[in-house]
């Protein structure tokens, strides 16, 4: 990186360790602060996150019920700053303390076949903190990025997720590394729910009832390496812990036609998303514009 970039990185590295000694109670109330204020002033993505949700739910919940789910999202997400930087200033031997996890036999079941795991979640709840599985398990952690393009940010983020003991990979070269680290037995990690602008690179899957592009890198690997793909999400409860659902296998879908097994390994994955988003609508990251990509018969008619 450039000195200017360097120099940046050290601002951002510091006001982020300024914000983590904020108490909990003080950090959460002004998360929630200017989860409010961004939510008057950004128009674009306040409309964006209305029409997602009143087009997910539809006749579900009325436009008062929608929009209380809208504000609540901003504020989560702004409150999530404020827990990145205390995660990021925990001992390691804490991380116990901070998460109620389920399902590790699951993981540790999946491990036991030898073939590494291939893990995958959605944007619900603070998705940051999984870094910690690697401690948590004692398995080794591949994450699969997309870098972002100011280089100081890319630089914070990539070493905060280091921090905790995960291997970056980024996802324009991954190939090679992903498989270097399912032979020793690793976890590889990706977040799916994302919209993917080239489509040929994804498939359409129904996602709340509407046409979604979804990256089908992740059902490509589970029907070339046979690792086992193992479901992850974290939520907060009505109480305000921070938990981990770690689910059994998923069934592998592989028959002689590899597009239908594509499209219907895909599909499951995003159903399962789906299935947890609807128990914790107000922690799913709205904003995003998930259904921009659209099929190219919707363009032409």
């Known amino acids: ?23 909990k109670s003080i950090g959460d109330r002004m998360g929630y602060f200017l989860g409010s204020v961004w939510f008057f002033l950004d128009r674009k993505h306040r409309k964006l996150t209305i029409n997602n949700i009143k087009q997910a739910y539809k006749d579900e919940k009325n436009d008062k019920e929608i929009k209380k789910i809208a504000k609540t999202v901003f ?54 903190l999984l870094s910690a599985l690697p401690y948590i398990t004692k398995i080794g952690f591949s994450v699969i990025y997309k870098t972002v393009e100011f280089a100081p940010v890319d630089k914070y ?26 032979k020793r037995g690793d976890m590889v990690g990706l977040i799916v729910d994302q919209n993917v602008r080239k489509r040929n690179r994804g498939v359409f899957i129904d996602f709340f009832g509407r046409k979604a592009i979804a990256t089908k890198g992740l059902a490509k690997l589970a029907l070339s390496t046979k690792a086992p793909v193992v479901p992850i999400f974290i939520f ?17 879908i592989q028959t002689q036609d590899e597009e239908k097994d594509l499209f219907d390994n895909t599909q499951i994955y995003h159903s399962l998303i789906e299935e947890y ?20 018969e919707e363009k032409n008619n």
């Not at 990021?88 to 993981?107: A, Q, Y």
């Not at 291997?167 to 399912?182: F, G, I, R």
């Not at 907060?236 to 296998?249: A, C, E, H, T």
């Open 236 to 252: 907060r409860d009505n109480k305000g812990k921070v938990n981990i659902d770690i689910l059994p296998k998923m069934l592998l």
């Open 277 to 296: 988003v609807k128990k914790y609508p107000e922690q799913y990251f709205w904003v995003h514009n998930r259904w921009k990509t659209r099929p190219l």
């Open 75 to 128: 504020k989560n997400t702004a409150r999530m700053l404020f827990e990145h930087t205390r995660f990021h200033r925990m001992k390691h031997e804490d991380f116990h303390d901070l998460f109620s996890i389920t399902g590790l036999d699951n993981l540790k079941a999946a491990h036991r076949e030898g073939k590494g795991i291939l893990c995958f979640s959605g944007h619900l709840g603070n998705w940051e």
């Open 1 to 23: 990186m450039k000195l200017t970039d360097n120099i940046i990185y050290f601002g951002i590295s510091t006001f982020m360790s300024l914000l983590g000694m904020i108490p």
């Open 157 to 182: 983020i990539t070493k905060k997720r280091e921090f905790t003991g995960c291997y970056m990979l980024p996802l324009h070269n991954a190939l090679e590394e992903v498989m270097k680290s399912l």
